[in-house]
């Protein structure tokens, strides 16, 4: 398919480097440990060639002589054994704390990534597929698990063993170390032709994954609206596009990757043959010419031996075993680092910016009638508001929210929100009202700074809302949100995420408050069902009670209620009208509803039509005009 073929891009530079420095910096002396039992592991394989040379020398020596070959072997057999019993407990103890340190660090990572992506604004997650997100957490940490747990070791193992086998290999013969380095050239050059076109297509795997399984996640939560458009045949066309998409990289990667063994072992098969035809011919010349030495060694020439020669053989096998181990470690290496990479393009991406320094504190009244800061928890609210001179003003929360002349646009190259002004005095209910795409949910957005204006002022008690940390702006705001979430967990949990350290009482209260009380009774366990799948096995006028329950915990001096009663029947939002009444009084509150009945009752409504505010007033008022509102009210339009 088109774009299959495209040339996919390396994983960024530096990665390596920050993944290793990340493991040396959390896991230190685990690592050390390890390394120190890699080498004694390498050393006890290596020993194994040596004693080779020294037995097959032991037993050439004795059959010439005809004297017994066990006063020299046993020692020697002896030795080996305890330096393979010791190789054997080196190779146990790191495998068994890299396995232990390898769930640490990705456990580390998971968190990291997780704080982190709490700390992103929510723009990032209009403009990333959230399936794409949680491939990051499976897929590419998976693939971060296979090269920390086996390919590191590996190649810190394989590149000691090369440099130790090398040395070994020149104290025996130059000449025969020469036709190995030789072979080793192709056998890197092959690696660096086919290893790096399969890196590149494992790479570009990890990103197609990622929208499989993006795609995949999108198609479950909306498999009711597939079935019901009977778009199950169009579903599955896209999905099918895209999986070979999948299909078409990784089996270009895995093409290059899977050949690349053969290929490295035929090479070192052929160098083993070389240096055995060559070998035997240095054993000739040697038994032909005693007196002459033929065999340079890194000391000199010396006499080569049938021990030498076989030790040599075993090191050549052992040699391009470890090159080829080496190349088939890089491609999982290279997708190690592409998971890598994605992992800290996520933890690298710029949190949400918070240069607000005023704070909402609790208040308390004197018998004077002025207030004071306190700890104790109270209805009472203020806002902190230090001062470059190092003064401190208190500003009593009142709820008192102006917009001015405000513009916004999710993106600067169009605007959706056009010289907006509003303003809510303490205590009153604004009504935003218009068809969809108008422009009420992003009023809101702004108010708790989701989104920050392009232009304009939003005052808050008369505080410009830039100056007033993000966290505490939104601790002020109880939000019914458009979209019910539910977390899995209890009903009572649910409510509470409302206000953490509210009591069973208060929870109680209010789901009461809400018209929520009454079936969270007939639940199977009442409070205590436990809710899955984003209340799944709840109704959607449920779901949506219970997120009213949530802001009415909350108790916060502002509300926001976004389509609260847009999921429930008519019966139950004149009983829930009841309980959001109370919730409101005394409270500054936006309401954005279709049911024009809902907002009779506001001190102001604001008639949106995209992005202008094209009416406002009371409900009397605005019939009186006979426009828009008018036209909604008594259904001549309708609101879509």
């Given at each position: 398919?088109?774009?299959?073929?495209?040339?996919?891009?390396?994983?960024?530079?530096?990665?390596?480097?920050?993944?290793?420095?990340?493991?040396?910096?959390?896991?230190?002396?685990?690592?050390?440990?390890?390394?120190?039992?890699?080498?004694?592991?390498?050393?006890?394989?290596?020993?194994?060639?040596?004693?080779?040379?020294?037995?097959?020398?032991?037993?050439?020596?004795?059959?010439?002589?005809?004297?017994?070959?066990?006063?020299?072997?046993?020692?020697?057999?002896?030795?080996?054994?305890?330096?393979?019993?010791?190789?054997?407990?080196?190779?146990?103890?790191?495998?068994?704390?890299?396995?232990?340190?390898?769930?640490?660090?990705?456990?580390?990572?998971?968190?990291?990534?997780?704080?982190?992506?709490?700390?992103?604004?929510?723009?990032?997650?209009?403009?990333?597929?959230?399936?794409?997100?949680?491939?990051?957490?499976?897929?590419?940490?998976?693939?971060?698990?296979?090269?920390?747990?086996?390919?590191?070791?590996?190649?810190?193992?394989?590149?000691?063993?090369?440099?130790?086998?090398?040395?070994?290999?020149?104290?025996?013969?130059?000449?025969?170390?020469?036709?190995?380095?030789?072979?080793?050239?192709?056998?890197?050059?092959?690696?660096?032709?086919?290893?790096?076109?399969?890196?590149?297509?494992?790479?570009?795997?990890?990103?197609?994954?990622?929208?499989?399984?993006?795609?995949?996640?999108?198609?479950?939560?909306?498999?009711?609206?597939?079935?019901?458009?009977?778009?199950?045949?169009?579903?599955?066309?896209?999905?099918?596009?895209?999986?070979?998409?999948?299909?078409?990289?990784?089996?270009?990667?895995?093409?290059?990757?899977?050949?690349?063994?053969?290929?490295?072992?035929?090479?070192?098969?052929?160098?083993?043959?070389?240096?055995?035809?060559?070998?035997?011919?240095?054993?000739?010349?040697?038994?032909?010419?005693?007196?002459?030495?033929?065999?340079?060694?890194?000391?000199g020439f010396e006499k080569v031996s049938y021990g030498v020669l076989v030790?040599?053989?075993?090191?050549?096998?052992?040699?391009?075993?470890?090159?080829?181990?080496?190349?088939?470690?890089?491609?999982?290496?290279?997708?190690?680092?592409?998971?890598?990479?994605?992992?800290?393009?996520?933890?690298?991406?710029?949190?949400?910016?918070?240069?607000?320094?005023?704070?909402?504190?609790?208040?308390?009244?004197?018998?004077?009638?002025?207030?004071?800061?306190?700890?104790?928890?109270?209805?009472?609210?203020?806002?902190?508001?230090?001062?470059?001179?190092?003064?401190?003003?208190?500003?009593?929360?009142?709820?008192?929210?102006?917009?001015?002349?405000?513009?916004?646009?999710?993106?600067?190259?169009?605007?959706?929100?056009?010289?907006?002004?509003?303003?809510?005095?303490?205590?009153?209910?604004?009504?935003?009202?218009?068809?969809?795409?108008?422009?009420?949910?992003?009023?809101?957005?702004?108010?708790?700074?989701?989104?920050?204006?392009?232009?304009?002022?939003?005052?808050?008690?008369?505080?410009?809302?830039?100056?007033?940390?993000?966290?505490?702006?939104?601790?002020?705001?109880?939000?019914?949100?458009?979209?019910?979430?539910?977390?899995?967990?209890?009903?009572?949990?649910?409510?509470?995420?409302?206000?953490?350290?509210?009591?069973?009482?208060?929870?109680?209260?209010?789901?009461?408050?809400?018209?929520?009380?009454?079936?969270?009774?007939?639940l199977p366990e009442g409070f205590n069902t436990m809710l899955n799948g984003?209340?799944?096995?709840?109704?959607?006028?449920?779901?949506?009670?219970?997120?009213?329950?949530?802001?009415?915990?909350?108790?916060?001096?502002?509300?926001?209620?976004?389509?609260?009663?847009?999921?429930?029947?008519?019966?139950?939002?004149?009983?829930?009208?009841?309980?959001?009444?109370?919730?409101?009084?005394?409270?500054?509150?936006?309401?954005?509803?279709?049911?024009?009945?809902?907002?009779?009752?506001?001190?102001?409504?604001?008639?949106?039509?995209?992005?202008?505010?094209?009416?406002?007033?009371?409900?009397?008022?605005?019939?009186?005009?006979?426009?828009?509102?008018?036209?909604?009210?008594?259904?001549?339009?309708?609101?879509?």
């Amino acid at each position: 398919m088109e774009g299959t073929m495209k040339k996919p891009q390396k994983a960024k530079k530096g990665t390596f480097g920050r993944l290793v420095k990340i493991l040396f910096k959390e896991f230190k002396w685990q690592l050390i440990l390890v390394m120190i039992c890699i080498v004694i592991t390498s050393f006890g394989n290596l020993a194994s060639s040596i004693f080779v040379k020294n037995i097959t020398d032991a037993l050439t020596d004795a059959i010439k002589a005809q004297t017994d070959p066990w006063e020299k072997l046993t020692p020697l057999l002896i030795m080996m054994a305890g330096i393979y019993v010791v190789g054997l407990l080196g190779s146990f103890t790191w495998n068994y704390v890299m396995a232990i340190t390898t769930q640490k660090f990705l456990n580390f990572m998971r968190i990291k990534l997780f704080d982190h992506m709490e700390t992103l604004p929510i723009k990032y997650f209009d403009t990333h597929a959230h399936g794409d997100i949680m491939s990051i957490y499976t897929n590419d940490i998976d693939t971060i698990r296979q090269l920390v747990s086996q390919c590191l070791p590996n190649i810190f193992q394989t590149s000691f063993t090369v440099i130790a086998l090398l040395f070994v290999m020149l104290r025996y013969s130059v000449w025969l170390t020469l036709i190995v380095l030789f072979g080793s050239v192709f056998m890197f050059l092959n690696t660096k032709h086919i290893g790096g076109k399969s890196a590149k297509y494992f790479v570009k795997q990890q990103k197609a994954l990622g929208q499989v399984e993006g795609y995949i996640e999108e198609s479950i939560k909306g498999l009711k609206v597939i079935k019901v458009f009977c778009h199950e045949e169009k579903s599955a066309e896209a999905f099918d596009e895209i999986n070979n998409h999948l299909c078409d990289v990784a089996t270009v990667g895995n093409i290059n990757g899977n050949i690349l063994g053969p290929i490295m072992g035929n090479i070192g098969n052929f160098l083993y043959v070389l240096l055995a035809v060559f070998g035997s011919i240095l054993l000739i010349l040697q038994n032909k010419n005693p007196d002459t030495l033929y065999n340079l060694t890194l000391f000199g020439f010396e006499k080569v031996s049938y021990g030498v020669l076989v030790s040599f053989l075993m090191m050549c096998r052992m040699f391009t075993n470890n090159i080829s181990n080496f190349s088939q470690q890089f491609t999982f290496v290279v997708m190690g680092l592409a998971g890598a990479s994605r992992v800290f393009d996520l933890i690298d991406e710029p949190s949400e910016t918070d240069e607000g320094y005023v704070t909402l504190v609790h208040i308390k009244y004197n018998e004077d009638g002025a207030f004071e800061e306190t700890d104790e928890r109270t209805r009472y609210y203020a806002w902190k508001h230090p001062h470059g001179d190092g003064t401190i003003t208190y500003t009593e929360l009142k709820g008192d929210i102006l917009l001015t002349e405000v513009d916004f646009g999710y993106t600067p190259e169009k605007i959706v929100l056009h010289d907006v002004s509003i303003y809510a005095h303490p205590g009153q209910k604004i009504a935003l009202v218009g068809a969809t795409g108008a422009g009420k949910t992003t009023i809101t957005n702004l108010i708790n700074r989701f989104y920050d204006i392009a232009d304009g002022k939003i005052r808050y008690d008369g505080i410009n809302i830039n100056k007033i940390k993000k966290a505490d702006l939104r601790k002020s705001l109880g939000i019914v949100l458009q979209d019910t979430n539910l977390f899995t967990g209890t009903v009572m949990e649910n409510i509470r995420y409302g206000r953490l350290d509210a009591t069973d009482e208060e929870v109680y209260e209010a789901a009461r408050i809400a018209n929520a009380y009454d079936f969270i009774t007939r639940l199977p366990e009442g409070f205590n069902t436990m809710l899955n799948g984003d209340g799944s096995n709840l109704s959607q006028g449920q779901r949506q009670l219970l997120s009213i329950a949530r802001a009415a915990v909350a108790d916060a001096p502002v509300m926001i209620l976004d389509e609260a009663t847009s999921s429930i029947d008519t019966r139950t939002e004149k009983l829930v009208q009841k309980g959001t009444d109370q919730l409101m009084e005394g409270r500054t509150v936006f309401v954005i509803a279709h049911r024009l009945s809902t907002v009779r009752n506001s001190d102001a409504i604001m008639v949106l039509d995209h992005g202008y505010i094209i009416e406002r007033g009371t409900h009397e008022e605005l019939l009186k005009q006979k426009g828009t509102y008018y036209q909604l009210y008594t259904g001549a339009f309708e609101l879509e």
